[in-house]
């Protein structure tokens, strides 16, 4: 009877605790506490044991004793924030906070050098577009010097056989359509192999356009008629 008295007093009576945020400031101040305490007790015994060796030098207090742990502690905060600050700098973005500490952050950097396939596309777009840019460039410069007539081969045109050759990353070679000199139509003159459902194309004007193969196609059975 009586336990059970006590069992339902115990029950009904307030119970006061922390939060979880709570606790962990509460834990992580009283290990500070704990720490200052220790080393204010460290440094007090040490400069004891000093005093007794030289007794010139005057025994120190425990307040001054914690006055030197504070001043070692807030030093060592300094240096530490420099240390941390050097570090983000030399290596921004690659260091997470994990509790307390920070680590080298592994899943996110590997995922930012992984491309993605739209990535790659683009990448190959942009070089494909820079690389046929470049023969035009110097199959404009030959045409000013041969009176606005294009070469009529590859070994005519008296380029770098590597002028001809797609991105390395891509392979093959670019076709060239004889027969044709500088003009305002927009004839085709060089040709890129169909890749990705598109085709880059220098036209006798000097541009640089890019088609769908159905759309070149179009354009060269127009200008061949």
């Not at 004007?205 to 200008?223: C, H, I, R, W």
Request: charged fraction near 15%; include cysteine; glycine fraction near 6%.
């Amino acid at each position: 009877m009586l336990n059970s008295v006590s069992l339902i007093i115990l029950a009904g009576m307030p119970s006061i605790t922390l939060s979880s945020s709570a606790a962990e400031r509460f834990n992580a101040i009283s290990f500070f506490l704990l720490v200052l305490l220790l080393s204010t007790l460290i440094i007090r015994f040490c400069w004891g044991q000093l005093s007794d060796v030289a007794p010139q030098i005057p025994k120190a207090t425990f307040r001054q004793a914690f006055a030197v742990s504070l001043f070692l502690g807030l030093c060592s905060i300094v240096v530490l924030t420099m240390i941390s600050g050097a570090r983000e700098l030399m290596t921004p973005g690659a260091w997470q906070k994990n509790g307390l500490t920070y680590q080298i952050e592994q899943t996110g950097s590997e995922n930012k050098n992984e491309l993605t396939l739209a990535d790659y596309k683009l990448e190959m777009m942009s070089q494909r577009e820079m690389k046929i840019t470049e023969l035009k460039n110097q199959l404009f410069i030959y045409s000013a010097k041969h009176d606005g007539q294009y070469p009529a081969s590859q070994g005519e045109s008296g380029l770098e056989e590597s002028l001809w050759q797609l991105p390395e990353t891509l392979g093959g070679t670019y076709i060239l359509r004889s027969g044709h000199q500088f003009s305002n139509a927009p004839i085709p003159l060089v040709i890129e192999p169909e890749i990705d459902g598109s085709q880059w194309a220098i036209l006798a004007n000097g541009s640089v356009q890019n088609f769908k193969p159905d759309a070149l196609k179009e354009l060269l059975d127009a200008t061949a008629e």
